[in-house]
């Protein structure tokens, strides 16, 4: 491998390393992250195709999951299919421009998840605490400038991130020590002080995050108090199971992201190995649990599902 030592402002190339102290893993590592993978584009692609064909589904919540389903498959395609070649073909190399371009999309599509995240948590607060104005609330209009301003913030925030990169100077390794191309792993191979740079990226990150994750807990916090005051004991149960599920996804979501985001400002004593397995995790996992938890485990979504295999198979 040629040393890459000179200093150039747009390298041709980056080498990715995969996951640093478990490249022996890699092959199985791929195995279960391209089962997730699978899973996560049949889901998404069906939710999307019954939402569609389903008159009775053009509910807010139903738009919001499509957009979050959108979202699950531009994050996973983004990521996956390079990571597998990386994994079991030994494919290390990956273009400038392509890493910019992934990087772009692996960012500004995270924060448009949240963002989603927290629409659906609204409109389960709306659907629970004022069920008589759920539709004159979540008006088609207001749902859509929702989601216009969900995908303007992933855009603004983010699109700064390979630009800035675009103008740095590099002159030290062109080794990516990841299996995709984060803006931290990359940011640390220029030869210039990186300081600033890297401040905006974790504030901004910090910032979105937080915000929306304390929004979404406020909501569903609103959701328990008004599922608890419910007179039938078996309402609250059913209500509480599908909140439950849901907060799950959430965590995940929110745990692994914020583990990663913190790892690189405060966690300088955490093996590379654990930090960059659990940043792939936030970019698997909730693509490959949406469509089982807002789609098998909604009812008219399932009911549709079962009519369509039923009619195909008589």
């Given at each position: 491998?040629?040393?890459?030592?000179?200093?150039?402002?747009?390298?041709?190339?980056?080498?990715?390393?995969g996951?640093?102290?478990?490249?022996?893993?890699?092959?199985?590592?791929?195995?279960?992250?391209?089962?997730?993978?699978?899973?996560?584009?049949?889901?998404?692609?069906?939710?999307?195709?019954?939402?569609?064909?389903?008159?009775?589904?053009?509910?807010?919540?139903?738009?919001?999951?499509?957009?979050l389903?959108?979202?699950?498959?531009?994050?996973?395609?983004?990521?996956?299919?390079?990571?597998l070649?990386?994994?079991?073909?030994?494919v290390?190399?990956?273009?400038?421009?392509?890493?910019?371009?992934?990087?772009?999309?692996?960012?500004?599509?995270?924060a448009?998840?949240?963002?989603?995240?927290?629409?659906?948590?609204?409109d389960?607060?709306?659907?629970?605490?004022?069920?008589l104005?759920?539709?004159?609330?979540?008006?088609?209009?207001?749902?859509?400038?929702?989601?216009?301003?969900?995908?303007i913030?992933?855009?603004?925030?983010f699109?700064?991130?390979?630009?800035?990169?675009?103008?740095l100077?590099?002159?030290?390794?062109?080794?990516?020590a990841?299996?995709?191309?984060?803006?931290?792993?990359?940011?640390?191979?220029?030869?210039?002080?990186?300081?600033a740079?890297?401040?905006?990226?974790?504030?901004?990150?910090?910032?979105?995050?937080?915000?929306?994750?304390?929004?979404?807990?406020?909501?569903?916090?609103?959701?328990?108090?008004?599922?608890?005051?419910?007179?039938?004991?078996e309402?609250?149960?059913?209500?509480?199971?599908?909140c439950g599920?849901?907060?799950?996804?959430?965590?995940?979501?929110?745990?692994?992201?914020?583990?990663?985001?913190?790892?690189?400002?405060?966690g300088?004593?955490?093996?590379?190995?654990?930090?960059?397995?659990?940043?792939?995790?936030?970019l698997?996992?909730?693509?490959?649990?949406n469509?089982?938890v807002?789609?098998?485990?909604?009812?008219?979504?399932?009911?549709?599902v079962?009519?369509?295999l039923?009619?195909k198979?008589?």
């Amino acid at each position: 491998m040629p040393p890459f030592n000179t200093s150039h402002p747009s390298p041709v190339t980056f080498l990715l390393m995969g996951i640093p102290g478990l490249e022996h893993l890699h092959v199985w590592i791929g195995i279960p992250f391209c089962s997730m993978y699978v899973v996560a584009v049949v889901g998404n692609v069906s939710i999307l195709a019954v939402v569609k064909a389903e008159q009775s589904l053009h509910e807010p919540m139903f738009f919001f999951l499509c957009m979050l389903s959108v979202t699950d498959l531009v994050l996973s395609t983004s990521t996956l299919p390079r990571m597998l070649c990386l994994f079991w073909l030994g494919v290390h190399d990956i273009a400038f421009d392509v890493c910019l371009a992934q990087m772009f999309f692996i960012h500004s599509f995270t924060a448009m998840e949240s963002g989603f995240f927290l629409a659906m948590a609204f409109d389960r607060y709306v659907a629970i605490c004022h069920p008589l104005h759920h539709t004159t609330i979540l008006t088609h209009a207001r749902i859509t400038i929702m989601s216009i301003i969900v995908v303007i913030r992933g855009v603004a925030f983010f699109s700064p991130h390979p630009i800035l990169l675009k103008q740095l100077p590099y002159c030290r390794s062109r080794i990516i020590a990841h299996t995709y191309c984060e803006f931290m792993a990359v940011v640390k191979l220029a030869c210039m002080d990186i300081g600033a740079t890297k401040s905006y990226s974790l504030s901004m990150a910090s910032i979105i995050g937080s915000c929306d994750a304390i929004l979404i807990a406020v909501s569903y916090a609103f959701i328990l108090r008004s599922v608890f005051r419910l007179p039938s004991r078996e309402a609250s149960f059913k209500a509480l199971g599908t909140c439950g599920s849901h907060v799950c996804v959430i965590l995940v979501f929110y745990s692994t992201a914020g583990f990663s985001i913190f790892t690189h400002r405060f966690g300088k004593n955490v093996p590379a190995h654990v930090h960059i397995f659990i940043a792939n995790m936030y970019l698997l996992v909730p693509p490959f649990l949406n469509p089982i938890v807002y789609g098998v485990r909604t009812k008219k979504i399932r009911e549709h599902v079962i009519r369509t295999l039923m009619v195909k198979v008589a």
